[in-house]
């Protein structure tokens, strides 16, 4: 009787117009044994059944099987509730595959009457599917963390077990042991912490290529000639074929060494005989462009058929066990991927486990000229320094040595170079005078290099366009940012080497010409915890510039340890951030690279932490300071 009434309300389509045809939901009736007495259209448009063709048949028979008993339980508690909400299931479809659907129940029995059920359905496949994409990138992202902070620990733990070696006493064989331990250790952490950077930008869109001339040719040699020690130390033999490479492309060079460093770097590290290759050739090249092929081909280990396809996802190497064993952040093939396909190019791989793999990047560039290389010199000038003649430079910087500094090197080019110790000093000699580019420190007192380009650019029209270069040791991409938001052409972080200086000028005034000299090579100074290496360097080994830099090194210094240490004493964190960033870039110039950690990691802590609680850490600061003064009063001759 019960199936009869409600076989007549179906019938009747009391309830038809308004909820079932009008609806895009799926709607069964079906009585509480599982009997279907009705469907609505939908159910041909989702599930492929045609119009009453379900009608007599029982809902359980198209639930998947090993999920039919959870479902029935379902469907009982459905019989007792007036609504029961939420219940997914699998449905079988038409094409026999099984869709993901959620059904909403009203009770027929608790409403009319009748033993029965009118199932709401929706389609929830892509749903479960955008859940499942979520969870497999959740626990891909929980890998990554896991492997990066393995790989972050082992060099930070490599680099304080060799710091406490070294303050014990050793000998002078077992000191340079750990000092190379240490400067291994903390070239992979800066591997590490670069792949991150470089993922980040490349995902957040803020990535920029230059377009410059350079020689292929050239790069390759030196590609090559940086790999040829490694290779021989293990056995390998590293060949370069580039029979039509001499060739000059007008593209981003550094990002095109970053890719095949990466893949040679690879091939070395998973190969363990035999020989690695680095094929160029130019394919489809015309009057004004090419195509340029690279491939890498190695006798390594290989890569399992299996997963050739998830090598160049994010976060992943071909196995977590290749992590372990070889390290690495598994981002190096990821950004590689993106940075081929950011320059139109694509990359592929061909690999059999145990005989090794292939790696082939191909990318479009214009075909550039012998004169467009003069803007990329510098990208294989680590042994040659230049003198740029006449250049009218205004340095803007509040820092004693850094004004020196930059001042020495600018003078040692033939510049011609006023100084100002803020911005406000920086507009009042815009106004009086000529320059061809100004070099802006950030943060200075009375005015900062923000304000002070501000009012340049809206100063005199003749004057208001000249290039600005800021000098930062804050060099994140949101600090560059807020340099060109303020007007600022560019940005050199400091410390600088003369090389990113040399680039800048050339960048910003290219029809000035240049002139080679020879750089000798670099001595260190031999006292303990010193190393003037890097002025040295920077003054083709003039020892009256490095004396000169060492005394007003001596004369800041004390004025630098009362600065922090009133901030300290009287508890002002934003007194003691300022001297802190003052006093950094000098730090690096004197070699003093340890204790300019400690100022770093300070920094940091007065902008987030009560005083009192980095008084301690201020306190083994100045001590450290006061121990350098006295180390570098010893160097300076009487």
């Known amino acids: 009787m019960a199936h009869k009434s409600l076989a007549n309300y179906v019938r009747k389509g009391q309830f038809y117009q308004s909820v079932v045809e009008d609806g895009s939901d799926i709607i069964f009736i079906v009585d509480f044994n599982g009997k279907i007495l009705y469907h609505n259209a939908s159910v041909e448009e989702t599930l492929g059944y045609k119009p009453d063709s379900l009608i007599g048949k029982s809902f359980f028979d198209f639930i998947l099987p090993n999920t039919l008993a959870d479902f029935k339980r379902n469907y009982q508690t459905s019989k007792r509730k007036r609504y029961h909400e939420g219940v997914e299931f699998q449905f079988l479809c038409y094409d026999k595959v099984y869709k993901y659907l959620e059904f909403n129940s009203i009770n027929l029995k608790q409403k009319e009457g009748l033993q029965g059920l009118i199932l709401d359905c929706r389609d929830i496949t892509q749903r479960k599917k955008d859940a499942e994409e979520l969870m497999r990138a959740q626990k891909t992202k929980e890998l990554f963390l896991a492997n990066i902070s393995h790989e972050i ?55 920029k290529f230059e377009r410059i001339g350079f020689n292929l040719g050239d790069l390759l040699k030196a590609l090559i000639d940086t790999f040829t020690v490694q290779a021989k130390e293990k056995g390998i033999d590293l060949r370069l074929r580039k029979p039509d490479a001499e060739v000059v492309l007008l593209g981003d060079p550094v990002r095109l060494n970053q890719i095949l460093i990466n893949l040679i770097s690879n091939a070395i590290k998973f190969t363990h005989h035999g020989s690695i290759e680095l094929r160029v050739s130019l394919d489809k090249r015309e009057a004004k462009k090419c195509v340029v092929r690279f491939e890498v081909q190695d006798t390594g280990i290989g890569v399992p058929h299996d997963k050739l396809t998830t090598i160049f996802e994010s976060f992943s190497q071909a196995d977590a066990s290749v992590t372990r064993k070889y390290g690495g952040t598994g981002l190096g093939l990821t950004i590689v991927k993106q940075l081929v396909e950011l320059q139109h190019g694509k990359i592929s791989v061909h690999s059999q486990e145990d005989k090794g793999s292939t790696f082939t990047v191909v990318i479009p560039y214009p075909l550039g000229k012998a004169e467009d290389v003069a803007d990329t010199v510098h990208h294989t000038v680590a042994n040659i320094s230049y003198t740029l003649k006449n250049l009218h430079v205004l340095l803007v910087e509040d820092n004693d040595i850094n004004r020196l500094y930059a001042n020495s090197i600018l003078k040692n080019w033939d510049c011609h170079v006023e100084m100002a110790e803020n911005g406000y000093v920086a507009i009042e000699k815009i106004k009086n005078l000529s320059f061809d580019l100004v070099l802006m420190d950030v943060q200075m007192p009375v005015m900062d290099g923000y304000e002070a380009t501000k009012a340049i650019r809206q100063g005199d029209p003749s004057k208001s366009r000249i290039p600005i270069i800021a000098l930062t040791a804050n060099a994140t991409q949101k600090d560059i940012e807020k340099c060109l938001a303020a007007g600022m052409n560019d940005c050199i972080a400091k410390p600088f080497t003369p090389e990113d200086l040399f680039r800048i000028l050339v960048k910003y005034n290219p029809t000035r010409p240049v002139f080679p000299t020879a750089v000798p090579r670099l001595t260190s100074a031999s006292h303990p915890g010193i190393d003037l290496s890097y002025l040295q360097r920077v003054s083709n080994n003039n020892q009256a510039f490095v004396n000169e830099m060492v005394q007003a090194f001596l004369q800041s210094i004390p004025r630098s340890i009362e600065e922090i240490d009133h901030a300290m004493q009287t508890e002002n964190p934003q ?54 003064f006295q180390a570098l009063n010893s160097l300076s001759p009487r």
């Open 575 to 628: 007194a003691l951030a300022r001297a802190l960033h003052k006093i950094k870039p000098s730090l690096t110039m004197m070699g003093l690279g340890e204790i300019k950690e400690k100022v770093v990691t300070i920094e940091g802590l007065s902008k987030t932490t009560p005083a009192h609680e980095v008084h301690a850490s201020v306190e083994h600061l100045l001590k450290s300071l006061r121990e350098a």
């Open 153 to 207: 620990r082992t060099p930070i733990n490599g680099i304080a077990g060799m710091a406490t070696l070294l303050s014990q006493n050793p000998s002078p064989q077992e000191q340079l042991t750990y000092l190379n331990a240490i400067k291994s250790a903390a070239e992979n952490l800066k591997v590490i912490i670069n792949d991150i950077l470089d993922l980040a930008s490349i995902e957040s869109g803020k990535l």
